[in-house]
């Protein structure tokens, strides 16, 4: 199976932060990588999809890139609704597999 | 409308058994691969589950492998999860997705408590 290393698994940041958060894959996943968010109690969100693609709905301050083995997620101004936990998933290969999650705190 | 909607969780003693189903609606069904995806509490999500458009493949993590089987009925637009030799560990959310290349379609959930 596949394994996606996430980091970090936390952080603190302020309102109109910058914010980076990376996944490793195990082994190369081309672009089938695709990031969620999640509020508690709520099911995941889909925020990029294809490593770098934003679906119509998610705001230009998110961003994705990276393939093979290295993705990352920016938000480029943290806004207060975006406090939440993310997810990488690669779709690459069965079974599909999730990074352990970087829960977004506020400072 | 929701589009996939969960049922038949609930509170199940360990080494029991617990069918879960989801019904989808709004899409061509038949059309999608469908997963069942978990999250413990207080924990991440881990894809347990994935069959295919037609039901001629299925994929299980390591860790429901040989206890849990997924099916679906395209006629009635549902997928199902049989669990057997149910573990406390598999105390969790039990999530229905939609998604060939990723999940672009999430159910709600339904809870699954395995406790004495």
């Known amino acids: 199976d596949i394994q996606m290393t996430q980091s970090p698994s936390s952080l603190s940041a302020s309102v109109g932060d910058r914010v980076t958060i990376t996944c490793r894959a195990s082994?190369?996943?081309?672009?089938?990588l695709d990031w969620y968010q999640q509020k508690p109690g709520t099911a995941p969100k889909g925020l990029i999809y294809a490593a770098s693609m934003l679906p119509s709905g998610v705001p230009s301050r998110f961003s994705g890139s990276g393939s093979a083995t290295e993705f990352t997620l920016t938000i480029s101004s943290l806004q207060p609704e975006d406090f939440a936990t993310y997810y990488c998933?690669?779709?690459?290969?069965?079974?599909?597999?999730f990074g352990q999650g970087t829960k977004v705190e506020i400072k | 409308q929701v589009p996939l909607v969960e049922s038949g969780g609930g509170v199940v003693q360990p080494g029991k058994s617990l069918s879960l189903s989801c019904v989808a609606s709004g899409f061509s069904f038949s059309g999608h691969g469908m997963h069942w995806v978990r999250q413990a509490p207080g924990k991440g999500l881990e894809c347990l589950a994935f069959i295919s458009y037609d039901g001629t493949k299925k994929s299980y993590a390591d860790s429901v492998k040989g206890r849990f089987t997924i099916s679906r009925d395209n006629y009635r637009k549902r997928i199902y999860l049989q669990m057997n030799s149910l573990r406390p560990e598999d105390t969790a959310v039990y999530y229905c997705?939609?998604?060939?290349?990723?999940?672009?379609?999430w159910g709600r959930g339904t809870t699954v408590t395995v406790s004495s």
């Open positions: 998933l690669q779709h690459n290969s069965y079974p599909w597999t």
């Open positions: 997705a939609r998604g060939d290349n990723g999940v672009d379609v």
């Open positions: 082994q190369g996943i081309r672009n089938d």
